[in-house]
């Protein structure tokens, strides 16, 4: 799906900047033609919004996947289906509501688009409703002509235009007010940032979190590795800012490899079953086969056997991690966030002691790239300094495929290749126009819509150590990409290829030509003004393209009813997509930068920039609000990248404007103007002076919290440090735990086939495990349709583990468990959701036992019981599950709870939503959201919750209801 966007975007402009030709070729743009290309281009736009209103109301898989995907707290609004619908909720969004719904990350793109409409605007009505009649009636006018439309150029409007050197202020004026609205609009994107990403330290998200308190140590030297000695160093070079633990990493050995390798057979078991599970008539077939080393063995016990043998692999390696080899990282946890921000300050100002480590905040545990973040200093080095040459001559020849595919794809440059194809082309005239219309753009589509993903595997090569840095350098590599081989290549390009042939010649010297080459840069760059005008109106039109989601549309539909897609397989079809905001941004970018280069000297490309922007605004508002999730929040880290590339820009049109004009005064050789290119040489030095200061002014504020906690709950997290090295590996972990799904329509038959662990999709309204040899659990939690996922596609758990145990034996007991305790029948109407571990009521260790569970079974993690070596996939019969030395004796009846500790049971008429039995009982002081992998989660010392964590209690409900409010919100 990734892919698709990119073919989006760029489908209709490759074919204008494949050649340098095409920016020559509209030089001479007419008046007449630029409000003809114009009316086109407003009739597209007008007919994909149609298409889009009309397709969307039916279409909610496509153009809604947040309603149903996204967490109840940052669910958008519903939409009704009027086709207009949509309009007013993106209108009517609250600043707060939108925040919560897209976090910081999108608001400052959507801030970053509507600032620049605002300043495009405000210059359209006072740079160019001034600048143009001043270029046009000041310059040289053919009254003899008179005025023809269809051939009145647009050029006149420029700057090149006038003649009237007095004017020549008016220009230095506006590039002045340019650069002024600029500095201003920046400061307060910037105090914006600042004041956001305070309020992000102080979110309860932020302080919960396991690496809001952490920080990560890499390059460690082989005396510091150990959990110990790190930890005593670290008290050592941060005294004031107490250290509760530390952990040094451990080799994974082949733990990321199997798990890979467990994810490929879990997809080939899938599609295996569903291509032979289509109904009741596919068992009378012939059961699938696969080769394996030359022979044919059933493919359904085969891929079965190997799961069986890789998972029993991934268990050894889990259980062996802790006397794996320590690595050269570490992550060492303080006391809360607040401490742990004021420590990594300290250190960056004192140093490290004269240890050549680097110590910085940890990412999120999901964030890591675990193979990065091992490699030696040396080697991170190196492959940095090879794969940034490699990328820099990537982009000095970046016109050669372009090159080459637009001569392959042009009918006029086949004949002239090819003569004896010109009779084929002119009896095929249809197929002519066809490869020229369709296949060219295609073929260049195709190959920018490969970039980001070779850009991204560059920038994994490079050592990178987590994936949101991985997207900021995409966002850098693609920034400059196009700056270089839309700019640059083609300008020095276009002007050496005018001058070689003279010195060739010998009309002029090498020296001469030296001297004629900045000269003659800013005359290529002015030439190509008109090019550029289509260019960023030609933008609009992607814009309404990626609101048609068109493509998205297709593709869903033809996978859906074309192919055999296994449920995961059309689950994934209809959850939000990735939003490539690198990518975005990076094309935004570029486009800001074009606009503003021919402010002054081509004041007309101003209102064409201020509509792409501001369609730009609305499209990616209602996309991000319904249509897709950021990979990984970041709070706004790249926004440092995107203020740097504006200053950027900024400079560049403040160079260019100071060179045009210089040029100007000297081809009339007027001496006595001199002075007014003059008084433009402090803008960029200003401009220089002004984000510098930014810089500075930033970094202390965006970087570290500045002020303390002020939640009492996150004030000392001493208890949910501990195992801080488990609760990094959960993620990678998580992936390990993922077990076949199939759908409802087969559960009768899974018996007769298939004897492995799976999760079913239940007649449309949720999924269940089935454990051992086909027992089937019946689920509640979710609604997914299998049938409808135009209006029904909900989130659907697919991950189950054998730590789903009915009775876990320990604190961290399964859901299926927590929702049977207070049901009439303990396993009629239950639910077993997701493999993590439930949130516990008051005096659940109580009722279960030992809030540690078994220490022998410490890493198989809460909830899990390996008794004896036991096959851990048998699905219990019994209340009383397996044996647990810390479990009460006998067998309890739901009515027959310990009275000790006050516990409760969750009363079958009442339901509890889901802040309530998950955030609020999970993680009380704030333990990280996540559960441990391979530790253990804590309570407060003194067994009581705090009374803001207490649950409502709504009654008229049953224990269903518990997971049918929840809708996607699974635990």
Not at 142 to 164: H, S, V
Not at 297 to 303: Q, S
Not at 647 to 652: D, N, P, S, V
Request: a positive charge; aromatic letters at 12%.
């Amino acid at each position: 799906m990734a892919f698709l966007e990119h073919f989006r975007r760029d489908l209709i402009l490759d074919t204008l900047t494949s050649g340098n030709s095409d920016k020559e070729g509209q030089e001479n743009l007419s008046l007449g033609g630029l409000l003809t290309q114009t009316g086109i281009n407003a009739a597209i736009c007008a007919g994909l919004v149609v298409l889009f209103c009309v397709l969307r109301p039916t279409n909610g898989a496509v153009y809604a996947r947040r309603v149903k995907h996204a967490p109840p707290e940052k669910k958008p609004p519903r939409l009704g289906i009027n086709p207009f619908a949509w309009i007013m909720p993106i209108i009517r969004v609250s600043h707060h509501d939108m925040y919560h719904m897209i976090g910081l990350d999108g608001m400052l793109l959507l801030r970053f688009l509507l600032g620049t409409f605002l300043i495009f605007l405000v210059l359209t009505v006072a740079g160019a409703g001034f600048l143009v009649p001043v270029n046009y009636l000041k310059g040289v006018i053919d009254e003899k002509a008179g005025f023809d439309i269809n051939t009145f150029p647009i050029r006149r409007f420029n700057l090149e235009n006038m003649t009237a050197l007095q004017w020549i202020t008016a220009h230095l004026v506006v590039a002045y007010g340019v650069s002024m609205v600029l500095w201003v609009v920046i400061f307060l994107n910037n105090r914006y940032f600042i004041r956001k990403r305070q309020e992000y330290y102080q979110s309860e998200d932020y302080l919960s979190s396991v690496h809001s308190r952490t920080l990560l140590v890499t390059q460690l030297p082989n005396s510091l590795r150990d959990d110990r000695d790190l930890t005593e160093y670290m008290r050592e070079l941060t005294p004031s800012h107490p250290v509760t633990h530390a952990a040094v990493g451990r080799e994974l050995g082949d733990l990321p490899k199997l798990v890979t390798r467990h994810t490929e057979y879990i997809q080939k078991l899938e599609r295996t079953l569903t291509s032979y599970l289509r109904d009741e008539n596919s068992l009378d077939k012939p059961r699938p086969t696969v080769k394996v080393k030359d022979q044919t063995v059933d493919a359904i016990n085969h891929y079965t056997q190997e799961l069986e043998a890789i998972e029993q692999d991934i268990k050894a390696q889990k259980s062996s991690i802790v006397n794996n080899q320590a690595t050269n990282y570490g992550f060492v946890v303080y006391i809360n966030a607040y401490e742990a921000h004021q420590a990594l300050k300290t250190i960056r100002k004192s140093g490290t002691g004269g240890q050549r480590f680097r110590i910085q905040d940890a990412p999120a545990p999901k964030d890591i790239i675990w193979s990065n973040l091992a490699l030696p200093q040396a080697m991170v080095r190196t492959r940095k300094i090879v794969f940034r040459f490699l990328f820099a001559v990537f982009c000095c020849c970046a016109t050669i495929p372009t090159s080459l595919l637009s001569l392959v794809t042009s009918v006029s440059s086949l004949r002239q290749l090819f003569p004896e194809s010109q009779a084929w082309f002119d009896a095929n005239q249809k197929t002519a126009s066809l490869w020229q219309t369709l296949v060219s753009p295609l073929f260049l589509a195709i190959y920018f819509m490969i970039l980001p993903v070779v850009f991204r595997f560059i920038a994994r090569l490079q050592g990178i150590h987590t994936k949101t840095a991985v997207e900021r350098s995409v966002m850098k590599k693609m920034y400059i990409y196009w700056m270089f081989s839309q700019v640059v290549v083609f300008t020095m390009t276009s002007v050496l290829s005018s001058l070689i042939p003279l010195v060739s010649k010998g009309d002029i010297t090498v020296g001469q030509l030296f001297e004629s080459l900045a000269p003659e840069i800013i005359k290529s760059l002015s030439r190509t003004s008109s090019f550029w005008i289509n260019y960023v109106a030609l933008r609009c039109i992607n814009n309404f393209i990626e609101l048609a989601q068109v493509f998205s549309l297709i593709l869903l539909f033809s996978r859906r009813y074309l192919t055999k897609p296994t449920p995961r397989q059309v689950k994934m079809l209809s959850r939000p997509q990735e939003f490539d905001i690198g990518v975005v941004y990076a094309h935004f970018l570029f486009l800001l930068i074009m606009t503003l280069f021919f402010a002054v000297y081509a004041p007309i490309i101003l209102p064409v920039g201020m509509m792409t922007f501001g369609c730009g605004y609305v499209v990616f508002k209602y996309q991000l609000m319904y249509v897709y999730n950021t990979r990984v929040q970041t709070a706004g880290r790249m926004w440092e990248n995107v203020v740097n590339r504006i200053f950027f820009a900024m400079i560049l049109f403040q160079l260019f404007v100071l060179l045009f004009l210089r040029l100007r005064i000297q081809e009339f050789n007027a001496l006595s103007y001199m002075n007014q290119w003059v008084l433009a040489i402090p803008l960029p030095i200003i401009t220089l002076l002004i984000a510098i200061g930014h810089w500075f002014w930033m970094r202390s504020r965006i970087r570290y919290m500045n002020h303390e906690i002020s939640d009492g709950r996150f004030v000392d997290c001493t208890k949910e440090n501990q195992y801080i090295w488990d609760r990094y590996l959960r993620p990678l972990i998580k992936e390990a735990e993922t077990t076949p799904v199939v759908d409802q329509k087969v559960k009768h038959l899974l018996p007769l086939v298939y004897q492995g662990r799976q999760s079913v999709l239940l007649e449309g309204k949720g999924e269940g495990g089935v454990l051992g040899a086909g027992n089937i659990i019946p689920g509640t939690n979710l609604r997914y349709d299998f049938q409808d996922i135009n209006s029904e596609g909900a989130s659907m758990v697919g991950d189950y583990s054998d730590n789903s145990m009915i009775y876990g034996g320990g604190y961290g007991g399964s859901e299926y468990e927590m929702n049977a305790l207070g049901h009439p029948n303990p396993y009629g109407g239950a639910t077993m959701a997701e493999t993590k571990h439930a949130p516990h009521l008051p005096g659940y260790q109580d009722y279960t036992g030992h809030p540690g569970g078994d220490p022998a079974n410490a890493m198989y993690g809460s909830g899990y019981y390996n008794n004896g070596g036991g096959s851990q996939s048998t699905m219990l019969t019994t209340r009383q599950g397996p044996y647990n030395p810390y479990q009460p004796s006998g067998q309890l009846a739901p009515n027959e709870f310990p009275s000790t500790g006050g516990f409760q049971p969750p009363n079958a008429h009442q339901s509890y939503t889901v802040s309530q039995l998950y955030d609020d009982y999970y993680s009380p002081v704030g333990g990280d959201r996540a559960p441990s992998t391979l530790g253990r989660e804590h309570q407060p010392s003194d067994g009581h919750y705090p009374p803001q964590q207490q649950p409502s209690q709504h009654h008229h409900g049953s224990a269903e209801t518990v997971w049918k409010t929840q809708n996607n919100n699974y635990i």
